[in-house]
């Protein structure tokens, strides 16, 4: 993708509520998207909490926002990242979201600007609520991220890691829902295609980099390349 013709994309940062520890990971991982020329953190940045995220802002880009506490016990970055966010969708020069946030406040906004045909990339922990998980076009665990970019994106299946039958259930019906040759076999794009429609799920979550990697470590399911030089799977059981 050349940088004239790479799509723009905003990070927007929730500070209060994300560790910075993730954030080259999780500038990688938006490149699949285009080129992240927005990058901005909300928090209120007298609080010490926040000060590995001031740390950091410089080295990456980052242009901090501050958001002071107005009343005690509500956070008022979330209104301002979500008008933020509104204004850019308005703008029409974003073409893609990526929101680091644990915060279910924030599924009305994803939902929101998924309505506008724009993938949106969402980064939190492992207690992230499902409701959140489920509105984004991705989701993906930032621990589990930066796990799998120190092990190579191999590690997987094992552990707090270990590949579950509702995952197993989710390819297996994309793959049903594929179109099959005479042999069973259905190209592996297109599983990932519709297992992505049918769900926010990420195989970094698993500690792998790729689907073909992920597939390729059960053994339900059977990959082939074609003469046409594309990879195809079959489930076997």
């Known amino acids: 993708m050349s940088e004239i013709n790479a799509k723009n994309i905003a990070l927007l940062i929730d500070a209060d509520n994300v560790d910075p520890g993730g954030i080259n990971a999780v500038l990688t991982v938006l490149a699949e998207l285009g080129q992240v020329n927005i990058r901005r953190a909300y928090g209120n940045w007298a609080k010490d909490a926040l000060k590995r995220w001031a740390d950091i802002t410089n080295r990456f880009g980052i242009r901090p926002h501050q958001q002071f506490d107005l009343t005690r016990g509500k ?120 297992a992505g429609n049918r769900s926010s799920f990420d195989v970094r979550n698993y500690g792998f980099r790729r689907l073909s990697e992920l597939i390729r470590s059960l053994d339900r399911f059977e990959m082939k390349r074609g003469s046409d030089g594309q990879v195809y799977v079959k489930r076997l059981r």
């Open 75 to 194: 956070n008022a970055t979330d209104m301002a990242m979500t008008i933020d966010a509104v204004d850019l969708l308005y703008q029409g020069k974003v073409h893609g979201f990526g929101i680091m946030s644990s915060d279910s406040d924030f599924t009305p906004l994803i939902t929101r600007l998924r309505q506008d045909g724009l993938p949106v990339y969402c980064f939190g922990d492992a207690k992230t609520p499902e409701a959140l998980r489920t509105a984004c076009t991705r989701f993906i665990d930032i621990g589990k991220l930066i796990k799998g970019e120190g092990t190579g994106g191999a590690a997987a299946g094992t552990g707090e890691n270990a590949v579950d039958e509702e995952l197993i259930e989710l390819l297996g019906g994309a793959w049903k829902a594929s179109n099959r040759d005479d042999e069973g076999f259905a190209k592996l794009q297109e599983v990932g295609q519709i």
